[in-house]
């Protein structure tokens, strides 16, 4: 069987945006738990410095931030 060069080049091309997909997205997931990893470690510590009604505005806003680095990314 033979397969002209045009479809080998298109078959390696698929197997390399398959790749990079899949790197893509491992990054990405890797990038939004490191997000939310500081995120929770930041919102412990405002948590432990200030124990009053303004932790939960900073947990709004620290929230907040994370979802907009999400739609960046």
């Known amino acids: ?13 698929v197997k390399v945006k398959q790749l990079t997909s899949k790197s893509v997205v491992s990054s990405r997931i890797f990038a939004v738990a490191h997000l939310f990893i500081i995120i929770i470690i930041s919102n412990i510590i405002i948590i432990i410095i200030t124990t009053t009604a303004t932790t939960s505005t900073v ?4 929230y907040t931030a994370a979802v ?6």
């Open 1 to 13: 069987m033979h397969i002209s060069s045009s479809t080998k080049g298109h078959a390696q091309l």
């Open 59 to 62: 947990m709004t806003t620290s």
């Open 68 to 73: 907009s680095v999400l739609v960046l990314v």
